[in-house]
């Protein structure tokens, strides 16, 4: 079975430039997540849709993020204008339906670095 | 808010036993998951945690106490592929939403 597939999976891009993560989720996973990995804060949630609808971006850093989940098997997050600050790992997640112990599903993660 | 506290670093030989220790503090506690992550990899699921005690699958065991806010992971029989971050994550609230934790690298030396 395929996991959650990311695209790209490495960015190299210069500050100012509008960059845009993909991502799969599992077939058959309700809930989405996007986080942002870094060595000093860990690993943040920076959003996550339950069927398709944005629950909780209380913690997108600023309104240079964006994320869309236009259907059930695609989710983007983008960044506009991008900053150096925001060079960091970006993971995707998607886990089944339930309310509770459904462990998340990660992507191999975009490595976005910004010049 | 969500606080998750856990070591940054260890280091332990080969063959031993080690503990990572966590503790949260989070309103709404539902449960913690133990993920474990590779460098340069992504994270993958290890346990979860939602009643008082200790569970144990294979050579790893996560423990929970909701009283104290406080949980631990175990590992035995220490092998040089368990050398990787290990991050502890609070589930709180309604849905399926996890607040993670730094992580813990976690180095195996011969």
């Known amino acids: 079975d395929a996991g959650v597939i990311q695209s790209p999976r490495h960015e190299v891009t210069e500050m100012g430039q509008e960059v845009t993560l993909r991502c799969k989720p599992i077939s058959g996973h309700d809930y989405l997540f996007w986080y942002r990995q870094t060595m000093m804060r860990g690993l943040e949630l920076l959003i996550y849709f339950n069927n398709n609808v944005p629950i909780d971006d209380s913690g997108m850093p600023e309104d240079r993020f964006s994320a869309k989940m236009p259907n059930a098997s695609f989710s983007t997050l983008k960044i506009q204008p991008s900053e150096p600050r925001d060079s960091a790992v970006y993971f995707c997640?998607?886990?089944?339906?339930?309310?509770?112990?459904?462990?998340?599903?990660f992507g191999d993660g975009t490595r976005l670095s910004i010049l | 808010g969500q606080n998750i506290d856990q070591p940054t670093e260890m280091t332990a030989t080969e063959g031993a036993i080690v503990q990572i220790n966590c503790t949260y503090q989070t309103s709404g506690f539902n449960g913690l998951f133990w993920y474990q992550q590779h460098a340069g990899e992504a994270p993958t699921f290890l346990s979860y945690n939602v009643l008082d005690g200790l569970e144990e699958k294979g050579r790893f065991s996560s423990f929970l106490s909701r009283s104290k806010g406080y949980s631990y992971l175990l590992l035995k029989e220490l092998q040089m592929k368990d050398s990787a971050s290990y991050l502890c994550?609070?589930?709180?609230?309604?849905?399926?939403?996890?607040?993670f934790g730094i992580g813990t690298k976690l180095q195996v030396i011969p």
């Open positions: 997640a998607s886990s089944p339906p339930g309310v509770s112990n459904q462990p998340q599903h």
């Open positions: 994550a609070a589930h709180s609230g309604g849905y399926q939403k996890v607040t």
